[in-house]
């Protein structure tokens, strides 16, 4: 089974900053798909960026950006310029690529963001 | 398009007994999942299902029940409540599984507690 490991429960940054945050995974498969979602106190899940295992270049979304390692099997997140809407739990997902499959979640890390 | 709607948004209930959680999705997507976030946990799968009539066991399936009679609405059965249950539950549903681009769209959750 896949696991999805995020090894740090919280992290804070200085308004402007850069951080990033974590995440290691654990499968047999060669596709798949990672994930970053972002939840703020609303609850909502927001998906922030995704990265398809086939593709070398490291995806890219405004201020976030992931570093791919598929050999380390790790998906870092990178926020840029930190905003205190920035503020969140943010969760890493895996996903096979086959039909009607499901999610697997990370731990998350609280994101602070100190003004 | 309301996207994914979820009712209620909190409920009580005591031991022992039943509910139904509603989620309808205006997308006409073909997917449906039912997931669970334990206190600072990542989201784990219930049920999901492929198309109306169609559903299968997530990674914690037991005491719940789910259905699928329309592509629009995907009910999710709590029998017999017990404090375990204690949860936020997200539905959210996907055009179909496969690919980085089908992402699934999450709704505003659940807050169930069992007293």
């Given at each position: 089974a896949q696991t999805v490991t995020q090894s740090q429960?919280?992290?804070s940054v200085q308004e402007a900053e850069t951080v990033t945050l974590s995440c290691t995974?654990?499968?047999?498969?060669?596709d798949y798909y990672l994930f970053w979602y972002k939840q703020p106190p609303s609850r909502q899940m927001i998906l922030v960026i995704r990265q398809e295992a086939y593709k070398q270049q490291n995806a890219t979304e405004n201020r976030?950006?992931?570093?791919?390692?598929?050999?380390?099997?790790?998906?870092?997140?990178k926020i840029s310029?930190?905003?205190?809407?920035?503020?969140?739990m943010y969760f890493c997902a895996y996903k096979k690529d086959n039909a009607g499959n499901m999610l697997t979640f990370g731990g998350g890390t609280r994101l602070m963001v100190k003004p | 398009n309301a996207g994914v709607t979820q009712t209620p948004k909190f409920r009580i209930l005591k031991i022992g007994q039943s509910m139904t959680l509603q989620c309808t999705q205006d997308m006409n997507h073909n997917y449906m999942y039912w997931y669970r976030q334990d206190p600072g946990m990542g989201l784990k799968l219930?049920?999901?299902?492929?198309?109306?009539?169609?559903t299968d066991k997530g990674e914690v399936p037991n005491g719940y029940n789910v259905s699928r009679s329309t592509t629009e609405d995907f009910p999710l059965r709590l029998e017999l409540a017990a404090p375990s249950q204690t949860s936020v539950y997200f539905c959210a549903s996907s055009y179909r599984g496969t690919g980085a681009y089908?992402?699934?769209f999450f709704g505003p959750g659940t807050r169930l507690?069992?007293?």
């Open positions: 429960p919280e992290m995974y654990d499968t047999s498969e060669s976030f950006s992931v570093n791919f390692q598929k050999a380390a099997k790790s998906f870092s997140l310029d930190s905003q205190l809407g920035d503020a969140a | 219930i049920y999901y299902s492929v198309g109306a009539g169609i089908n992402e699934q507690t069992v007293l």
